[in-house]
C-alpha cells in the first residue's frame, strides 16, 4: 500500500487572499497607490422607491443626461394593448396543449 502526501487545495478566500497580497506587494509593477479614481469623489444622496441612500459617486457619471420618463401616446397605448392581447392568447393557447398533451399520454 503506497503512502502519499495529501495536499489541500487552497479555498477561494485563500486564492484572492493571495492575489491581492501579490497586487499590493512591491515586486508587482502596478502599485496599489498609483490607482486613482476617475473623478472626484463626492457624497451623493441617491433616491430610489422612496427611499433615500448616501452613496459616493465620481463626477464622470453626474454628466450623464437625465432621462424623464414619457408618456405613452394613445397609438403607442393601443400597440401595447395589441401585444397584451396576442400574449395572453399565446398563453392560453399553450396551456391547451399541454393539457391536450397530457390527456393524450395519460391514454396511451
Same mark, same amino acid.
Given at each position: 500500500?503506497? +503512502? $502519499?502526501?495529501l +495536499?489541500?487545495?487552497?479555498?477561494?478566500?485563500?486564492?484572492? %487572499?493571495? +492575489?491581492? %497580497?501579490?497586487?499590493?506587494?512591491?515586486?508587482?509593477?502596478? +502599485?496599489?497607490?498609483?490607482?486613482?479614481?476617475? $473623478?472626484?469623489?463626492?457624497?451623493?444622496?441617491?433616491?430610489?422607491?422612496?427611499?433615500? *441612500?448616501?452613496g459616493? %459617486?465620481? #463626477?464622470? *457619471?453626474?454628466?450623464?443626461?437625465?432621462?424623464?420618463? #414619457?408618456?405613452?401616446?394613445?397609438?403607442?397605448? %393601443?400597440?401595447?394593448?395589441?401585444?397584451?392581447?396576442? *400574449?395572453?392568447?399565446?398563453?392560453?393557447? #399553450?396551456?391547451?396543449?399541454?393539457r391536450?398533451?397530457?390527456?393524450?399520454?395519460?391514454?396511451?
Amino acid at each position: 500500500m503506497m +503512502k $502519499g502526501i495529501l +495536499k489541500r487545495s487552497p479555498s477561494f478566500d485563500e486564492q484572492f %487572499a493571495s +492575489k491581492f %497580497a501579490n497586487i499590493s506587494n512591491n515586486h508587482h509593477p502596478i +502599485k496599489m497607490n498609483s490607482i486613482k479614481p476617475l $473623478g472626484v469623489v463626492k457624497k451623493k444622496i441617491i433616491r430610489f422607491n422612496d427611499s433615500v *441612500y448616501v452613496g459616493e %459617486a465620481t #463626477t464622470d *457619471y453626474d454628466r450623464r443626461p437625465s432621462q424623464e420618463p #414619457t408618456e405613452l401616446d394613445e397609438e403607442n397605448k %393601443a400597440d401595447v394593448r395589441k401585444v397584451l392581447k396576442a *400574449y395572453k392568447e399565446d398563453q392560453e393557447m #399553450t396551456r391547451l396543449l399541454m393539457r391536450f398533451n397530457q390527456k393524450m399520454n395519460h391514454l396511451c
